[in-house]
Structures are given as structure tokens and as C-alpha cells.
T-cell receptor, first 114, second 113 residues
Framework: AQSVTQLDSQVPVFEEAPVELRCNYS??????LFWYVQYPNQGLQLLLK??????LVKGINGFEAEFNKSQTSFHLRKPSVHISDTAEYFC????????????FGAGTRLAVHP | EAQVTQNPRYLITVTGKKLTVTCSQN?????MSWYRQDPGLGLRQIYY???????DKGDVPEGYKVSRKEKRNFPLILESPSPNQTSLYFC????????????FGPGTRLTVL
């Protein structure tokens, strides 16, 4: 079975500091990996996705993620965060043969403090 | 504007009173699905539909029904809601083809007393 583990439920950070949100996955088949962001009282918005090719993926709002197959990880990073990045972040995967069902991690709440 | 809409956004109801949450998309997407979001569990798929009149169970279908009579609409029906269905519900849609972006609605916060 496929699963996604987000290693931190909450990450507090000061404005302009770098941040890394950790995501590990488990799957016996090929996967596609995603990061979504959920701002308060809103739906989910796609930040970035890894399908194939270069393992470093750049997304919107200055975020990037690196796919590491040997460590089954897909960590999200930003070199300098802003107050407006305060939100919940979800790592998710699609697997071959799973149609379009996204399997989500539990989420990481990023709190950016001034 | 391309979007997925859900109604209502907030709903408080009582155990056993049938309710429907509507979902509509204007992107002509074939694939639609419903998720519920619970603290510490992320989002879990309830039901999905690959096209009109084609629906199937996701990971947590118990207590829910869906229908897909038109391509744009995918309502979620709770025939007899129970308190354990108190949750935040999201509808999503995507075009055919693996790993295309899924577009999410704004969510429906349901409380069952």
C-alpha cells in the first residue's frame, strides 16, 4: 500500500529564515509527488509536482522540492519565508494504476513569526 | 474563471437528517472526487467519478453516496448523517491523464450534532 508521512505537524519559523518541510513516502510502484498549500478558510492550491526528470522541482511562491528516490523523500524548501507563507502544507502522491486518487500526508502547519 | 464551487460552505445539522453538498466545475473535467479532511489525518478520498454515470468508492465511503448525472456536477449525499461525519469536505476535479493538476473547491465545513 502507498502512504505519505509528513514528519512535522507544526513548524514555527521567523520571517526571512529558511524552512524545510519534510515528507517521506512509501510505495512499491512508481509515484508522482505533489505539494499543496492550504491558506486559512480556502481550498488546496498546487505548489509544485514531480513527475519525472530533474529531481529538483521549482514551484510557485519561491518554493522548491527535491525528489530523492533512495531515501523515498520529497522535502519542500524555501530560502526565505514571509508572513504570507503561514498556511498548512500537504504532501501527496499518485501512484501508477491509482487513477487520480491523491494520497495525502497529515499536513504540516507552517507558522511564520515576525 | 476556471473554478470548482461547493455549497453550502458551512452547515450544522442533526443526526439522521439527510443532506446534500453540491459540487460543480466549469472546466469540462472528466474526473471528480470528494475528500474529507480531519486533523492529523490529512485528506482522504470518499468517492470518485471518472465520467458521467461512472462512480466508485474511495478509501472512506461508508455513510456517503454520490451521483454523476451531468459532467459538471458531483453532489455528495449523506442519507443519515452521524457525528463522526463532522469534517471539512473538499470536492476536486481534473482532466483525463495521469498527474494533471487537481483543482479543489473552497471546502464545506459540516457539523453533525
Amino acid at each position: 500500500a502507498q502512504s505519505v508521512t509528513q514528519l512535522d505537524s507544526q513548524v514555527p519559523v521567523f520571517e526571512e529564515a529558511p524552512v524545510e518541510l519534510r515528507c517521506n513516502y512509501s510505495s512499491s510502484v512508481s509515484v508522482y509527488l505533489f505539494w499543496y498549500v492550504q491558506y486559512p478558510n480556502q481550498g488546496l492550491q498546487l505548489l509544485l509536482k514531480y513527475l519525472s526528470g530533474s529531481t529538483l522541482v521549482k514551484g510557485i511562491n519561491g518554493f522548491e522540492a527535491e525528489f530523492n528516490k533512495s531515501q523515498t523523500s520529497f522535502h519542500l524548501r524555501k530560502p526565505s519565508v514571509h508572513i504570507s507563507d503561514t498556511a498548512e502544507y500537504f504532501c501527496a502522491l499518485l501512484f501508477s494504476g491509482g487513477y487520480n486518487k491523491l494520497i495525502f500526508g497529515a499536513g504540516t502547519r507552517l507558522a511564520v513569526h515576525p | 474563471e476556471a473554478q470548482v464551487t461547493q455549497n453550502p460552505r458551512y452547515l450544522i445539522t442533526v443526526t439522521g437528517k439527510k443532506l446534500t453538498v453540491t459540487c460543480s466545475q466549469n472546466m469540462n473535467h472528466e474526473y471528480m472526487s470528494w475528500y474529507r479532511q480531519d486533523p492529523g489525518l490529512g485528506l482522504r478520498q470518499i468517492y470518485y467519478s471518472m465520467n458521467v454515470e461512472v462512480t466508485d468508492k474511495g478509501d472512506v465511503p461508508e455513510g456517503y453516496k454520490v451521483s454523476r448525472k451531468e459532467k459538471r456536477n458531483f453532489p455528495l449525499i449523506l442519507e443519515s448523517p452521524s457525528p463522526n461525519q463532522t469534517s471539512l469536505y473538499f470536492c476536486a476535479s481534473t482532466s483525463g491523464g495521469i498527474a494533471n493538476e487537481q483543482f479543489f473547491g473552497p471546502g464545506t465545513r459540516l457539523t453533525v450534532l
